[in-house]
């Protein structure tokens, strides 16, 4: 059985675009998103439309979950930093983007980091070795999964975890790419295949504004429009920056004001805070 794997997609359609177009040249039997089909990114509705039209299986993701807080409600997604979730929220409605949380399929389970915890620190090896060795009698052999936004892989007294990496916004990755995996599966037995897809980035930061996005959240919009345009995690920079700011003026939340004046401290990559950024749109 051959699958595609697409995860993190992160409301990025013009980079899910690039890569459905590429699914279809292969002959695959199923097509799998891992979580986080949302959220960061400009199209959420969009993105789920592409997905569904392509009868793509959509599993939950820690940023579903977040956007679903922030519907209800949840003060703890009131900062100035979550404004991105707001959006989504606003935009989508709450069976739209509830998903089961894993899926079994051929001896392997998928799911977006591990089952039963969907912000796992995959990505981080040093954490995420020393908590997997007290788990693995609760884990199930083989984990294919999404969340961490760079390919992984870990073997672990018989357990293996496998993450397939981001399609919208890579951590570390290279400018103009998008990424997906080809898996043919056998009775528990896989072989996966990453996917480099060439995208043509210019176009999202228009998308970004005719969303309406870059007005509602000018500020998460920027720093995810850059993560995308180049493959590089500038939000956790920027909100580890804001969170210091805060904590230092008593704020319980980030506010708009200490959002505004990161703004002016960040070391942008291209050289522009975000109100110029976004007036050469």
């Not at 069976?95 to 894993?102: K, M």
């Not at 912000?119 to 884990?139: C, G, Q, T, W, Y």
């Not at 007294?157 to 916004?169: E, H, M, P, R």
């Not at 850059?226 to 939340?253: C, I, P, W």
Request: with cysteine.
């Amino acid at each position: 059985m051959k699958i595609a794997l697409i995860s993190d997609i992160h409301s990025n359609i013009l980079a899910l675009e690039a890569i459905i177009r590429d699914i279809r040249k292969r002959e695959v039997d199923a097509v799998l998103s891992l979580g986080d089909q949302v959220n960061l990114g400009p199209c959420p509705r969009e993105t789920l439309a592409l997905l569904h039209a392509e009868g793509v299986r959509c599993l939950h993701g820690n940023h579903e979950r977040y956007i679903l807080s922030a519907m209800r409600g949840d003060p703890e997604y009131s900062g100035a930093n979550f404004r991105s979730l707001h959006f989504h929220a606003e935009k989508l409605q709450p069976e739209e983007i509830t998903f089961p949380q894993t899926l079994q399929m051929e001896g392997i389970t998928f799911c977006h980091a591990i089952p039963g915890d969907d912000r796992f620190p995959v990505n981080e090896p040093a954490i995420a070795l020393p908590r997997l060795s007290h788990m693995l009698k609760d884990l199930p052999a083989h984990v294919i999964c999404g969340h961490a936004h760079n390919p992984i892989s870990y073997r672990l007294n018989g357990f293996a975890l496998d993450g397939v990496g981001s399609a919208g916004c890579m951590d570390d990755g290279i400018p103009g790419m998008t990424l997906y995996t080809l898996a043919d599966v056998s009775k528990g037995a896989v072989c996966l295949r990453p996917v480099y897809v060439a995208w043509h980035t210019a176009p999202i930061k228009a998308l970004f504004k005719t969303s309406g996005m870059a007005e509602y959240c000018p500020i998460m919009a920027h720093i995810a429009c850059l993560q995308m345009q180049h493959n590089h995690d500038y939000l956790l920079e920027f909100v580890t920056g804001a969170r210091v700011l805060s904590k230092e003026r008593g704020e319980k939340q980030i506010s708009m004001k200490t959002m505004w004046d990161m703004d002016k401290r960040f070391k942008w990559p291209d050289g522009e805070a975000t109100v110029p950024f976004w007036k050469s749109v």
